[in-house]
């Protein structure tokens, strides 16, 4: 079992910065992917970058360029550094890890809203 703790969610102004951290626990070992999805109110949940445990990294294309993904394998942890945030970035953000036997884990969400 996996276990994963959010933090790093808030209040920003439009063209401002927050960085989200999530913490594994539990069986790390096994964790292979690690991912950042949000959903907006009305939304569905939508994948926001996702990172290998080589460090290999892919991006929404409403996110290139203004996120940056990465992870800390000692740590367990994976980060999501969001820049020039928008208030169409305002959403609940949660992170999701996926282990070598393709199962998948959610934390529990951290609110991110951008006021413009």
């Known amino acids: 079992q996996v276990q994963l703790v959010e933090s790093g969610g808030g209040l920003v102004q439009a063209g401002g910065s927050l960085r989200l951290s999530c913490a594994a626990s539990?069986?790390?070992?096994?964790?292979?992917?690690m991912a950042w999805y949000r959903q907006a109110p009305g939304k569905q949940r939508e994948l926001v970058a996702d990172?290998?445990?080589?460090?290999?990294?892919n991006y929404a294309d409403s996110v290139k360029g203004r996120f940056n993904i990465s992870r800390d394998n000692a740590k367990n942890t994976v980060y999501l550094q969001m820049n020039s945030l928008k208030p169409e970035d305002t959403a609940v953000y949660y992170c999701?890890?996926?282990?070598?036997?393709?199962?998948?884990?959610w934390g529990q969400g951290t609110q991110v809203t951008v006021s413009s």
């Open positions: 999701n890890t996926e282990t070598i036997f393709r199962t998948a884990q």
């Open positions: 539990g069986s790390t070992g096994i964790i292979t992917r």
């Open positions: 990172i290998s445990r080589g460090h290999s990294a």
